[in-house]
């Protein structure tokens, strides 16, 4: 469907990507994934044809219904759910040469535009529009909303529900979690999986990649790979490659200088002189591999609090809301030091609100709210990024912030520390006005560190952060000896930081005895059983066992030539790799780059090479089987 061959990419003098060559085929669920200024957003406008492929090729057939997330809104005055109905072209199309053909009083017109309206759907538009709109957390009554009426947020999440109501063939979403709870996050999610078209997905959400994509096309060093399967899979085989590439740079390293050193003991001997330049063409002539690197370019830990009180907050039957009106009431809440706390809930349940109690932006309207002596709070919200100064540069943010706090760090001390958050060179330096989104979150989370708070509040704190920060965050606050509080539709790093998951819903704050899986379970309604399931449980006659049996008996049958086949390919990579350490066991013995076993080791490279080509093969065929076998055995 989208062939790429040599395709080269650059964005002024520098080259984004180059040589690509691969494809995506229909109905493929790719996962775009590298750092920030890879060029993940121009692979998008170049399939937008809103850029050319420098050198090489780009196909993809014509007239490609192609549908990505609008980046502005206009402050229109038609209604949230007309504008959501505008994403499909073709409806609109037909409605309006509709309303033509009724004006001309065409008959015949009218009726054949009746047909094409059913058949494409369109009785049934406003519904499918009012579904998405719902799905993605807009209330009941916000449909007949103008759009104007809408905040940034929100107006990004009407640009979503646009894009998903076009009947695309191929869709386009660059970070479309980023304006979402957690709630939506699922609710997308499940919508994703079904759809029909091609997707191609930017995101920085491991859970979402995970459960969404079946390929992931990385872009790294000015080049793209794809890998079949999910984010899992692809780490878990990038890993793998790296690995090797390293095994194979320190070989090839031990090779150029057991002949450098030939080189240099005989380049003045006459005798020698011959074999020694030919020793010299032949390093020449080495296609030399670049050593592996993966490192994430973070490096930062949260330094421990001055002071820690073992208890820091305690509510007891507080109500809070705005005004007169309570949001959420009879909240009991002891916050200790270690606790670490997620909140779950759907939007606008209250848990920001929460949050801000918390924080003391909000007074509680009733109720005890103790809070201790030496409590040093961290806040992160999104509005602090809009709190930045944006003529400073991060450094001239961390020197203000050192002095107010009445610190004496050095001017390298602070680089030192900036730079733990990939603030480096100019970076440092430079006024921040430019940076963009991921790049300012990264500079409030830096100063947030900086003060060494005992109680740390997170509202939405890995919104525009890429895969890299996000596992260093989570990293360091799995070492943070303080109290945790944090909203996030990240679910990977609720999984590895939280041990107390809190559900805000009805005006209440309870205690979830799940797990992010049971939440996920309770979102999309997959633990309730339809009636036809209902009469089943409990039956135990001797029919109903028989019928069992039959059912497991047709299941093992279709399921075992998929199993055997898994089998097949795990005997096979077993015996690949036995294979390939064998070969690298002899390679690793110094004797065998002697000029006696040229030829040996002339074979045994090139066997390594085909053991390792062979092993990714089945590798690859081995993921895809056991997908598949997953799949049926979970529809099952």
Same mark, same amino acid.
């Given at each position: 469907?989208?062939?790429?061959?040599?395709?080269?990419?650059?964005?002024?003098?520098?080259?984004?990507?180059?040589?690509?060559?691969?494809?995506?085929?229909?109905?493929?669920?790719?996962?775009?994934?590298?750092?920030?200024?890879?060029?993940?957003?121009?692979?998008?406008?170049?399939?937008?044809?809103?850029?050319?492929?420098?050198?090489?090729?780009?196909?993809?057939?014509?007239? $490609?219904?192609?549908?990505?997330?609008?980046?502005?809104?206009?402050?229109?005055?038609?209604?949230?759910?007309?504008?959501?109905?505008?994403?499909?072209?073709?409806?609109?199309?037909?409605?309006?040469?509709?309303?033509?053909? #009724?004006? %001309? %009083?065409?008959?015949?017109?009218?009726?054949? $535009?009746?047909?094409?309206?059913?058949?494409?759907?369109?009785?049934?538009?406003?519904?499918?529009?009012?579904?998405?709109?719902?799905?993605?957390?807009?209330? *009941?009554?916000?449909? #007949?909303?103008?759009?104007?009426?809408?905040?940034?947020?929100?107006?990004?999440?009407?640009? @979503?529900?646009?894009?998903?109501?076009?009947?695309?063939?191929? $869709?386009?979403?660059?970070?479309?979690? /980023?304006?979402?709870?957690?709630?939506?996050?699922?609710?997308?999610?499940?919508?994703?999986?079904?759809?029909?078209?091609?997707? @191609?997905?930017?995101?920085?959400?491991?859970?979402?990649?995970?459960?969404?994509?079946?390929?992931?096309?990385? &872009?790294?060093?000015?080049?793209?790979?794809?890998?079949?399967?999910?984010?899992?899979?692809?780490?878990?085989?990038? +890993?793998?490659?790296?690995?090797?590439?390293?095994?194979?740079?320190?070989?090839?390293?031990?090779?150029?200088?057991?002949?450098?050193?030939?080189?240099?003991?005989?380049?003045?001997?006459?005798?020698?002189?011959?074999?020694?330049?030919?020793?010299?063409?032949?390093?020449?002539?080495?296609?030399?591999?670049? +050593?592996?690197?993966?490192?994430?370019?973070?490096?930062?830990?949260?330094r421990d609090p001055e002071k820690l009180p073992s208890q820091l907050l305690q509510l007891n039957k507080v109500n809070i809301g705005y005004g007169d009106k309570p949001i959420l009431s009879n909240v009991k809440l002891h916050i200790s030091s270690g606790d670490r706390i997620g909140l779950l809930g759907a939007n606008g349940a209250g848990k920001s609100t929460l949050i801000k109690l918390l924080s003391g932006k909000l007074q509680p309207l009733s109720g005890e709210f103790n809070s201790a002596q030496d409590l040093k709070l961290g806040y992160f919200a999104q509005h602090q990024l809009e709190q930045l100064d944006p003529e400073a540069s991060a450094m001239q943010h961390l020197l203000r912030l050192d002095a107010s706090i009445g610190g004496r760090a050095t001017d390298a001390d602070l680089r030192s520390f900036i730079g733990g958050f990939a603030f480096n060179g100019d970076m440092a330096t430079t006024p921040i006005a430019p940076f963009s989104g991921g790049e300012k979150a990264r500079l409030a989370l830096?100063?947030?560190?900086?003060?060494?708070?005992? @109680?740390?509040?997170?509202?939405? *704190?890995?919104?525009?952060?890429?895969?890299?920060?996000?596992?260093?965050?989570?990293?360091?606050?799995?070492?943070?000896?303080?109290?945790?509080?944090?909203?996030?539709?990240?679910?990977?790093?609720?999984?590895?930081?939280?041990?107390?998951?809190? @559900?805000?819903? %009805?005006?209440?704050?309870?205690?979830?005895?799940?797990?992010? %899986?049971?939440?996920?379970?309770?979102?999309?309604?997959? /633990?309730?059983?339809?009636?036809?399931?209902?009469?089943?449980?409990?039956?135990?006659?001797?029919?109903?066992?028989?019928?069992?049996?039959?059912?497991? !008996?047709?299941?093992? $049958?279709?399921?075992?030539?998929?199993?055997?086949?898994?089998?097949?390919?795990?005997?096979?990579?077993?015996?690949?790799?036995?294979?390939?350490? !064998? &070969? #690298?066991?002899?390679? +690793?013995?110094?004797? &065998?780059?002697?000029?006696?076993?040229?030829?040996?080791?002339?074979?045994?490279?090139?066997?390594?090479?085909?053991?390792?080509?062979?092993?990714?093969?089945? #590798?690859?065929?081995?993921?895809?089987?056991?997908?598949?076998?997953?799949?049926?055995?979970?529809?099952?």
């Amino acid at each position: 469907m989208l062939n790429f061959k040599q395709c080269t990419l650059r964005r002024g003098s520098r080259v984004l990507f180059q040589d690509a060559t691969f494809t995506i085929h229909r109905g493929e669920k790719v996962g775009i994934t590298g750092v920030n200024g890879c060029g993940k957003s121009s692979l998008f406008a170049l399939l937008r044809g809103e850029l050319h492929a420098d050198t090489g090729d780009f196909e993809m057939p014509p007239n $490609l219904a192609i549908a990505h997330v609008a980046q502005e809104t206009p402050a229109l005055s038609k209604s949230a759910l007309d504008y959501v109905i505008d994403g499909d072209e073709e409806l609109r199309n037909v409605e309006a040469a509709l309303a033509q053909a #009724e004006h %001309d %009083d065409d008959g015949n017109r009218q009726a054949l $535009l009746h047909v094409q309206l059913e058949n494409i759907g369109g009785y049934t538009a406003r519904n499918r529009a009012a579904q998405l709109l719902s799905g993605l957390a807009f209330l *009941p009554g916000q449909e #007949e909303l103008p759009v104007s009426s809408f905040s940034g947020g929100w107006r990004m999440r009407l640009n @979503l529900a646009q894009a998903l109501m076009c009947r695309s063939e191929l $869709l386009l979403l660059d970070e479309p979690t /980023n304006h979402l709870d957690l709630d939506a996050v699922i609710w997308l999610q499940q919508w994703l999986t079904s759809y029909p078209g091609t997707l @191609l997905l930017i995101s920085h959400d491991r859970d979402f990649l995970d459960d969404v994509t079946t390929h992931i096309a990385h &872009i790294e060093q000015q080049a793209i790979e794809m890998y079949t399967g999910n984010y899992t899979a692809f780490e878990r085989r990038r +890993a793998e490659k790296l690995a090797q590439q390293q095994s194979a740079y320190q070989r090839q390293q031990r090779e150029v200088a057991h002949i450098q050193s030939y080189i240099n003991r005989f380049r003045a001997q006459a005798t020698k002189a011959r074999q020694a330049q030919s020793r010299i063409k032949a390093l020449e002539r080495m296609e030399l591999i670049a +050593a592996a690197h993966a490192d994430s370019p973070f490096n930062f830990s949260f330094r421990d609090p001055e002071k820690l009180p073992s208890q820091l907050l305690q509510l007891n039957k507080v109500n809070i809301g705005y005004g007169d009106k309570p949001i959420l009431s009879n909240v009991k809440l002891h916050i200790s030091s270690g606790d670490r706390i997620g909140l779950l809930g759907a939007n606008g349940a209250g848990k920001s609100t929460l949050i801000k109690l918390l924080s003391g932006k909000l007074q509680p309207l009733s109720g005890e709210f103790n809070s201790a002596q030496d409590l040093k709070l961290g806040y992160f919200a999104q509005h602090q990024l809009e709190q930045l100064d944006p003529e400073a540069s991060a450094m001239q943010h961390l020197l203000r912030l050192d002095a107010s706090i009445g610190g004496r760090a050095t001017d390298a001390d602070l680089r030192s520390f900036i730079g733990g958050f990939a603030f480096n060179g100019d970076m440092a330096t430079t006024p921040i006005a430019p940076f963009s989104g991921g790049e300012k979150a990264r500079l409030a989370l830096a100063l947030l560190v900086y003060q060494r708070p005992n @109680l740390l509040l997170l509202d939405e *704190p890995t919104n525009h952060l890429d895969l890299e920060m996000r596992e260093a965050l989570g990293m360091a606050l799995q070492d943070y000896k303080g109290a945790l509080v944090v909203i996030s539709h990240d679910r990977h790093l609720l999984r590895n930081v939280c041990d107390t998951l809190l @559900l805000v819903k %009805d005006g209440a704050v309870q205690e979830y005895d799940g797990d992010l %899986d049971d939440y996920r379970q309770l979102i999309t309604g997959a /633990n309730r059983t339809s009636p036809a399931e209902d009469k089943s449980v409990g039956d135990n006659s001797s029919a109903a066992r028989k019928d069992k049996k039959r059912l497991e !008996a047709e299941r093992r $049958l279709q399921l075992k030539p998929l199993r055997d086949k898994v089998k097949k390919l795990e005997q096979q990579m077993e015996k690949l790799q036995t294979q390939k350490d !064998a &070969i #690298e066991s002899q390679l +690793a013995d110094p004797a &065998i780059y002697g000029e006696a076993h040229k030829l040996k080791l002339k074979e045994l490279l090139a066997q390594q090479i085909q053991t390792t080509q062979t092993l990714d093969q089945v #590798e690859g065929d081995w993921l895809e089987a056991s997908e598949e076998l997953e799949g049926i055995e979970s529809d099952l």
